[in-house]
């Protein structure tokens, strides 16, 4: 599975990259007691901290809010989804554990302030792209809804659009019988490829520590 990134973003982002992990062989299940206590207790520090604090304040939030804008995307009517979980946390509306994968997902998108997406790769078919989604770009999402996605960047194989760094399908959605994944960081455009690179490694040492199996990452 080859991922590449539509060359019309860097246009309008000059620095925009994407990190990607490949996980293979992993085991998803009902999350460990320790990532259950650690993803509480973030919520708890962050809930406090927000207390003090606007969400422009955190520098991924604002820069990714600078992002949508900048795609044509309402920052107010579709949120990212890193900035979608601080305002939940600031509500006290704290997140509940579901499995394994989705806990840890929702937990380094927290900690790094960044929409993260995380897929079974088993049900993607063929070759990824992320691009500029259209009005044609619709999938039901696993809010329940029916989303389009006009402007909003989007992950697409070769049935359609499948993720965003908005809200993602239930097509691909990583489940306890997923056995490989594919993981998708949506990246500060500012932060220097070195530095993506160090996130992703403790990304996928942190992901793989709880989930078991490899994963290989790289930059785009």
């Known amino acids: 599975?080859?991922?590449?990134?539509?060359?019309?973003?860097?246009?309008?982002?000059s620095d925009f990259k994407v990190g990607i992990i490949h996980y293979n062989n992993i085991t998803v299940s009902d999350s460990p007691q320790m990532l259950?206590?650690?993803?509480?207790?973030?919520q708890e520090q962050l809930f406090f901290d927000l207390e003090d604090k606007e969400l422009s304040d955190f520098p991924?939030?604002?820069?990714?809010?600078?992002?949508?804008?900048?795609?044509?995307?309402?920052p107010?009517?579709?949120r990212p989804s890193a900035e979608a979980l601080f305002r939940r946390v600031k509500k006290q509306n704290y997140l509940t554990p579901v499995h394994s994968g989705v806990d840890m997902n929702n937990f380094l998108s927290l900690q790094y302030e960044i929409p993260l997406g995380l897929y079974d790769a088993d049900k993607i078919e063929g070759?990824?792209?992320?691009?500029?989604?259209?009005?044609?770009?619709?999938?039901?999402?696993?809010?329940?809804?029916?989303?389009?996605?006009?402007?909003?960047l989007v992950t697409k194989d070769q049935?359609?659009?499948?993720?965003?760094?908005?809200?993602?399908?239930?097509?691909?959605?990583?489940?306890?019988q997923t056995t490989n994944a594919l993981h998708i960081f949506y990246l500060r455009p500012s932060m220097d490829r070195d530095t993506a690179l160090e996130l992703l490694a403790a990304a996928a040492n942190m992901f793989t520590g709880i989930n078991?199996?490899?994963a290989d990452f790289y930059v785009i």
């Open 127 to 152: 070759d990824v792209s992320v691009t500029i989604g259209t009005e044609r770009d619709q999938y039901e999402g696993i809010n329940n809804r029916l989303n389009t996605l006009a402007n909003i």
């Open 76 to 78: 107010n009517r579709y």
């Open 1 to 13: 599975m080859e991922t590449t990134v539509d060359p019309r973003i860097s246009e309008i982002l």
């Open 212 to 214: 078991g199996g490899e």
């Open 36 to 42: 259950k206590g650690r993803l509480q207790l973030f």
């Open 159 to 176: 049935q359609g659009a499948f993720g965003s760094p908005y809200v993602d399908s239930k097509r691909t959605a990583v489940t306890e």
């Open 60 to 74: 991924g939030l604002l820069e990714w809010k600078v992002n949508w804008k900048a795609l044509g995307a309402d």
